[in-house]
């Protein structure tokens, strides 16, 4: 999708194993090094790239040094991290960022398309409907209503954001079970309402709990990929619990 998000709405992450791997495994375990001459790098997915952000001034020089003349040679790499990975709200900025220092963004794990109300604030999308004949009024959940559509040209419900977003992962994991044979981990930044959706296709999740869950920002969900027509599985992270007593009209992430 191309519409502005803010950084908020894509901290969270789901990292999803393409292989058999134990809950013990895919617990959260911090990188280690296993020689002083140990060259693996730290894979890092940037969030933003653009307004706000010095990676693409600083910090992205030396991750991936672009093939770019600086004081008559070239950027030299000085760091153990490589960045593999982008999104950015602006498309442009992130598809800019991708190709000048070979990182790869997918607009399929963007979050629940508003169309042509992209660009417009909650009250600015509420007037318009209810001022329109010719739509009906909006359920006052209408933010969260999984089904729920806003009547413009291009807006999705987030059930259907949850499908698409499925639908990448799925994608994505087969074409890396194809190139691998070791226990994987794949991993997926996005917005935590598409990829509660996204689980709920999946079938690791069932639909009650897509509102009265939510997703801790940037700590990962594991789930284990299933053959074609079989149920994932989820091994490790947590799901975060929804606070209860919240106003029907609340938003969801």
């Not at 375990?29 to 790239?49: H, K, N, Y």
């Not at 259907?160 to 070791?182: F, P």
């Not at 997926?188 to 897509?210: C, E, K, N, P, T």
């Not at 990929?225 to 079989?230: D, R, S």
């Amino acid at each position: 999708m191309t519409e502005p998000t803010s950084r908020r709405t894509f901290l969270a992450a789901a990292g999803v194993a393409a292989a058999g791997i134990s809950p013990a495994e895919a617990a959260d375990q911090p990188f280690r090094r296993t020689s002083p001459a140990d060259t693996r790098p730290i894979r890092i997915g940037v969030l933003t790239c653009e307004n706000y952000s010095h990676i693409s001034a600083s910090w992205g020089l030396y991750m991936n040094p672009p093939l770019e003349e600086w004081k008559g040679g070239y950027w030299p790499r000085s760091t153990g991290m490589v960045m593999t990975h982008v999104w950015d709200p602006d498309p442009a900025a992130s598809k800019a960022f991708g190709e000048r220092f070979d990182v790869e963004g997918h607009d399929a794990l963007a979050e629940r398309g508003l169309g042509s109300a992209a660009n417009l604030t909650v009250g600015q999308i509420e007037d318009i409907i209810a001022t329109d004949p010719r739509f009906s009024p909006m359920p006052p959940d209408w933010k969260s209503n999984s089904r729920y559509r806003l009547p413009l040209q291009g807006a999705e419900s987030l059930i259907e954001a949850g499908a698409r977003v499925a639908g990448h992962i799925r994608q994505r994991v087969e074409h890396l079970a194809a190139q691998v044979s070791v226990d994987t981990v794949q991993v997926f930044v996005g917005h935590g309402a598409a990829f509660r959706h996204a689980a709920f296709h999946l079938g690791s999740l069932a639909f009650d709990d897509i509102r009265r869950l939510s997703m801790h920002h940037a700590r990962p969900v594991y789930l284990l990929a299933a053959q074609a027509g079989m149920p994932w599985q989820h091994i490790a992270g947590e799901w975060k619990m929804r606070s209860r007593g919240g106003s029907p009209a609340e938003g969801i992430d």
